[in-house]
DNA sequence: TGCAATGCATA
DNA sequence: GTATGCATTGCAA
């Protein structure tokens, strides 16, 4: 290091913020209930600084009152800001005050951010041959970096890095720090607000510099561009230039830099102490002592200090007078043998009072405190997702917000077993309320153990769902828009998934308790919460009736599974190798050499360089030869090699999809494929299917469908029963819509759509082309849709005005069909939703949108969720019922799938007539409406032939 | 390694 | 035109 003298500037509030948001998951919080956090953050950076580098000249820059003069230019500078958290308002003043014992001068300059002042600053030193080191965590500063100016930055996990003009060179890819503003400028800064170039990122911004070294050079140069890009750069100019204003620190701020001022004095250490004391920091305070031991003359030998005070394991408040926060209320026996006990505060919430339970005498308080509870709130902690394999490692209980408890459970299976069985009395309880996020999973994962989980449920997954059924529901969601509370991250306490992930089992027993208690009582909380909600908007029945009973229907369907021909599967899978092998040597020969079909790169050089299939071929935004489906078909008639291609795709897709992965799938403790149905992604109200999704298994093409045979009873003595509801949507929108015509046709048993193209086409319906029928056909689910002639045009071979004229006719024949449209859009406007026919709500926030596409789109739901919804309700009404009667009459037959409006059955066969008429009565009559529903049953040895 | 975009399977 | 899930690719981290 040189002679040179050395000026740091630190920018404050950089560091505060940075040094907050390190505690975030664990906040500082002393015994007065103040979140010392940002001042915790803030002085172990300072000191750290000190130490390392022991500067001569020293000052700390502040904001105030934001830059006046950039939000002068451009409003919004900011403005998407949150407001500053409670715990770094707070800090503030200690941390002036402690900087003033510190004797470490504090600039300010009313209506500058520290940016501008440290700039400013840093300018004027340098002409008083200082060296200045801004010490800032923030890329922007890199603009006013220097052969005298450094930027010195805190790098994660601890140490700091010192950015000169060769790292800004090449960090930022500029020849000069000063593009570091056009670049800035160029992509913009969401965290400040600065819009930037639309479309323009990290990537293109970098290019733009290297080829036109400014946001001016640039928009002088537009006609070098292309495309949309061009487009967007050109009409954005402005923007551009006003973005790099906003990006540019200040040089003259009216500050002046008088060098004794930034001397770096000797703290009044007594004034130091107090206030750390006073504040409770006791590392801290030994740290500042070893800092500025002798006067600071004698630099401390260690090289680094580890951030301080990083660590995240609570510490008990106290460790006698357990039996303080015990909930078993009066119990004469002393409590303290519940072992741990943990306080944690944020600053929304009261102390949390979280208990484990692992002595058999507080076990035996546990639980008769439990069973004496009308409503408990649990969650199961298993050692992975997959229920039917994880096994339980512990189960939190909560009944009072903020306390509970948590029962750990041993490793060893049969001492597993006999825990559980003391918690039977409890979970088969008809008279205590179970409460829990995502139920489904509990009951599956206990179900493992022999427990049925008995008694009324209520699931804040579900709840949510029926309130806001286009948000997401995961607890950690929900915690934070309703209770404004951050629960611990799953990833914070097992870490990311992948190489070094632990299991539940591996965490201490305190972090294990800390995390799964919080989750009860945050679920108990939600339950609170939501339960009234769900009175508002009328679903109360809806939960209470359908998806509740459902989610136990559900959990068994994935318990049971259903039985996969594997065998069968890989002889099919050898049979596409062979048309696919077979597919690639005619390609290759056609082509001439042998290439990567399935890479779109390879594949265009071939077809447009090497064969010249067309004079000029088109191109994708990456510049790349498109070779998408749609382009291929239309070439289809120029090559053969075009169908060769496309079957080898088509053929390829198919494999990978469905015939190489259901094997996978297979659950080796059972043989079966469970897949997990999900009760609360969809937003109309059906079910979705995953992992894997049994609900698109082909049956289109012939060779796809193929895959259905796979699908197998379980042995000799069952064979499968699919039941599929015939257009239950069309009877729906029939019925609600009141269409008198097209009810009669279903009353009458008519073929839907050969009549609708009689009465459309006005000839008798005998007379029906197949053409016709199919167009028929066509606007009939257009209309579930919501139609219009652009559509239907593309999904037919009418002309636009022809489907237009198509679509008139219909409605005139269908004249209650257009008012039910017309009204459901209607309602949409005045009430901010649509409802199904049991009254499952879905808002439409776009509904009144002045952007058409937009609108547009809100008013085809307003049509399509009712539509597509009360389908979902009735055939979850059916589901229930049927297994309830299964139950009931004890079938040794199981319900198996369900895919939107078809159920799947493995029927034992001398049950099979009894259960025909059981499941084609329960579907038919799920609900009653105008129109009657019709049930279609096939048997077969798979699914393929069940159709 | 994780993400969005694309393409395609179902109702 | 509605509603989903998943495999692959190509790009960003």
Known sequence: MSDQKRLFLVDAYALIFRGYYAFIKNPRINSKGEDTSAIMGFMNSLLDVIKRERPDHLGVCFDKGGSADRVEMFEAYKANRDETPEGIKTAIPHIHNILKAMHIPIMVKEGYEADDVIGTLSRQAEKEGYKTYMVTPDKDFAQLVTDNIFMYRPVFGGGYETWGIPEVQKKFEVTDPLQVIDFLGMMGDSSDNIPGLPGVGEKTAKKFIAQFGSMEGLLANTDQLKGKMKEKVEANGELGLLSKKLATIMLDVPVTFDAKDFELDHPNIEAVKQIFQDLEFRRLTENFLKTFAGNGETAPTETSVAPAETKTTPKPTSSAGAGQFSLFGNEE?????????YTRKTSETAPHFYQYINTPSSKRLFIKSLLQQPSVCFDTETTGLNPLTAELVGIAFSWETGKGFYLPFPEDKNESQNLIEDLRPFFENENIEKIGQNLKYDIKVLAKYNIDVKGKLFDTMLAHYLINPDMRHNMDVLAETYLNYTPISITELIGKKGKNQLSMREVDLEKQTEYAVEDADITLQLKEHFQNELGEANTQKLFDDIEIPLLRVLAAMEIEGINLDKKFLNSLSEDLNNDITNLEKKI???????FN??????????LFEKLKLVDKPKKTKTGQYATSEDILSYLAKEHEIIQNILDFRGLSKLKSTYVDALPKQVEESTGRVHTDYMQTVAATGRLSSNNPNLQNIPIRT?????????????????TLLAADYSQIELRIIAALSKE?????????????HASTASKVFNIPINEVSREQRSNAKTVNFGIIYGVSAFGLSNQTNLSRSESKELIDTYYATYPQLRNYISEQVDFARDNGYVQTVLGRRRYLKDINSRNAVVRGAAERNA???????SAADIIKIAMINIYNKLNEGDFKT??????HDELVFDVYKPELETIKTLVKTEMENAYKLEVPLDVDLDIGDNWLEAH
């Open 702 to 718: 012939e060779r796809g469908r193929q895959v259905r045979k796979a699908f197998v009873p379980r042995n000799e003595d069952y």
């Open 597 to 606: 079909i399935a890479s779109p790169k390879q594949l265009g050089v071939i």
């Open 333 to 341: 026996e002393d409590t303290a043998e519940v072992v741990s006990e």
């Open 740 to 752: 008198k015509t097209m009810i009669e046709a279903f009353k009458n048993g008519e073929d839907i």
């Open 894 to 899: 199981k319900m198996l799938l369900q895919v």
């Open 588 to 594: 290759y020969d056609a082509a001439g050499e042998e």
């Open 863 to 869: 049509v399509n969720a009712p539509i597509q919804g």
